[in-house]
């Protein structure tokens, strides 16, 4: 680990040791996950989900003398998380070309006649397992552009390929990455 | 009928969505293959999902986000769980997304003004600094050559300078704002006054920059331009003349010097500030930056008997070509081409396109041999050849070659020839279109690449001409060459390439 985080563990420890804040914050970690999956089901567009689940919990937070801690907060968050849903997706779709909001609409009524992808420590870890199973030059494919935060056309640049071969080769390493999760998910977990 | 899908172009329109990339025309593309193609809505949606999680896993938490710091290094195993940070007994939390957890409770303590040092952490001041610079890196302060340790404050006046493969960090650790420059680039600050001032001499650097106090931007000069921002992630480079600005998110303002034009650039745009290029912002496109560039109208020179005749931007020989140019002297087998050329009025790297229909060729051997065609670019004395070379059976190649007016035909030092000849072809009233790249890699040193078709082939899928040859960094002629033929010249496109 860097010292960056190193410095930033520190501090977290200390916030969550000392602080009267250590029950919110637990609350806001244990339902992150929930939060961020029906944000996906509601507004799947690139950059809403982070934007819609801090939404939720700054207003949330902004708010926490009102809700009762002890209560399942579930309800709440996602009747929190449908609103700022709502907000966002109109906002951002007002700024959108007529062609854009079709598909946008188009793709959120996919999301929404399905489940809501579970998000989790398990899965986060059998993805952490299938990345480090991928090639060699998938993962500097992955760490130019998650990493690194690249574009597509820079990476292609960098390793003398075409910038839709990059494209092509971002979109089926997320695929063997999904199979692989879907995989070690349904063996058992990692410890399955 | 519904047309069919192909693949690879799914992946692509797949990947531009994720990203937030997709153009209007995309758009619509994707839109027509969901609903001809059910399934590919799972897939979607599937590749958005791992694609959130990819971005949780490695901290890149929301393409338009301010920068992430890396909590898992994609290339590297995860960290032991002995060095999770959050305290043993908090086991409710670790049985959660504990890098999450760390990004949302930094969150939290700003929101909630729960001032735990972080903002005193002796590492968190927001003084300029270098952050990871590779071995090699210096900093020139004064007289001074300073090697780029991490951590070294910055002063007005200092000019980080990296060297071909280099790269190094400037940061103001406090609020985030991070510059990273790349190899061979010269970046100065200048001072500190209103706001945070930089002066990019040349090369490239990828910003992320926090939101900035009013009145107070960061704001990077160039030869060509100044690049003023608030807030916003953007990759500004300063080469060959031109002044390259790309807005991932938020808003830069481009003020051209020569233009005295000022121009909001916002995110998913980029916007070029050169002489002779429109200042304006433009859709990034998939296809990387590039701006048409009007070539200018006026000939510069003529020569041969082919009579030339031009209207806008159809240029057309009314007679074969046959004789040499009776204006120059020397051997006939060295001065044999007819020519027309207009000025090309960028110097960076250029992308030149056009048809070139074979109208007519004298089928008879003469003294002059085999007919040939095609385009040159001229800097200063350096002539790029990209002719195509025909018998009188209508076989050929496609060649790339240089000369220089006056100087031996072979290769300099540094020059290379890669792949330089491709067999071709060629009959009367046939149409070639022709697609060359002109790449600078150094002060003195070009790559050069080229693609010959015949019209309503498909264009091939890669360069089939290379070679490297010295050339100065100057603007160049476009030339239009025949020798025992004529032909027709439309459709030129010139393009200035980042």
Known sequence: MSGIEGSRGIMVSEIVMSSTETKVARLVLAHHAFVRALAFKLAPWPGLVEDISQQVFLEFLAKQEKWNLEQDLRPLLATMTRHVAARHWRERKRAMPEVMRELADYVRELAEAREAPAYGDEKMAALRMCVQKLPDKGRTLLELYYDAGISTVDIAAQMEMHPNAVCQALCRLRGKLRDCIGRTLSQGGLHG | ?498
Not at chain 2, 40 to 50: S, V
Not at chain 2, 77 to 87: D, N, Q, S, V
Not at chain 2, 210 to 217: H, I, L, T, V
């Open chain 2, 1 to 498: 009928m519904d047309e069919p899908i192909e693949p690879r172009e799914t992946e692509v329109l797949i990947q531009e969505y994720v990203s937030g990339q997709l153009t209007p025309e995309e758009a619509a593309q994707l839109l027509r293959h969901l609903k001809a193609q059910p399934s590919l809505g799972a897939a979607l949606l599937g590749q958005m999902e791992i694609d959130l999680l990819l971005r949780e896993l490695t901290g890149a938490v929301g393409r338009d986000s301010q920068p992430a710091l890396p909590t898992f290094s994609l290339l590297e195993p995860p960290a032991p769980r002995t060095e999770f940070p959050l305290p043993t007994t908090m086991t409710a939390l670790r049985r959660h997304s504990w890098r999450t957890a760390l990004a949302w409770v930094t969150g939290l303590a700003a929101a909630l003004v729960l001032v735990f040092g972080y903002w005193f952490w002796p590492d968190k001041d927001n003084l300029p600094r270098l952050g990871r610079s590779s071995a090699g890196v210096e900093v020139q302060r004064g007289e001074e050559r300073l090697p780029a340790t991490r951590r070294l404050h910055l002063q007005p006046g200092d000019i980080i300078e990296t060297g071909p493969g280099q790269s190094a960090v400037v940061e103001f650790a406090r609020e985030g704002t991070r510059l990273a420059l790349s190899g061979e680039t010269r970046l100065g600050l200048s001072n500190l006054e209103k706001g945070k001032h930089f002066a990019l001499h040349r090369g490239k650097l990828e910003a992320a920059v926090a939101r900035q106090p009013a009145d107070e931007p960061l704001a990077v000069d160039t030869p060509q331009a100044e690049a003023s921002v608030r807030g916003t992630r953007f990759s500004l480079s300063s080469q060959w003349e031109a002044t390259w600005l790309k807005v991932l998110k938020g808003e830069v303002d481009l003020q051209s010097k020569s233009a005295d034009l000022s121009r909001p650039v916002m995110t998913g745009q980029f916007a070029v500030a050169a002489p002779n290029v429109e200042l304006r912002a433009r859709p990034i496109s998939r296809t990387g930056l590039r701006v048409p560039v009007p070539v200018d109208p006026r000939v510069v020179s003529t020569g041969g008997d082919g009579n030339w005749e031009a209207d806008g931007d159809t240029v057309q020989q009314s007679k074969v070509s046959a004789l040499p140019d009776p204006k120059r002297s020397g051997p006939f087998d060295q001065n044999p081409f007819s020519w027309f050329s207009r000025q090309i009025p960028v110097a960076g790297n250029i992308e030149v396109s056009l048809q070139a229909r074979l109208d007519a060729v004298a089928e008879d051997p003469g003294p002059l041999g085999n007919s040939h065609f095609g385009l040159t670019l001229i800097l200063d004395r350096k002539h790029l050849n990209f002719m195509c070379e025909r018998n009188p059976a209508g076989e050929g190649v496609a060649r790339l070659y240089s000369f220089v007016i006056e100087g031996s035909p072979r290769l300099e030092g540094g020059e290379t020839d890669r792949r330089v000849s491709l067999p071709l072809s060629f009959q009367t009233g046939q149409t070639f279109q022709f697609k060359v790249r002109v790449n600078r890699l150094s002060e003195g040193q070009v790559q050069l690449l080229a693609r010959v078709w015949p019209r309503g082939k498909p264009e091939p899928a890669i360069w089939q001409l290379d070679a490297i040859r010295n050339a100065p960094p100057v603007q160049p002629l476009l030339e239009f060459g025949t020798r025992r033929c004529a032909c027709t010249f439309t459709e030129t496109h010139v393009a200035l390439v980042e």
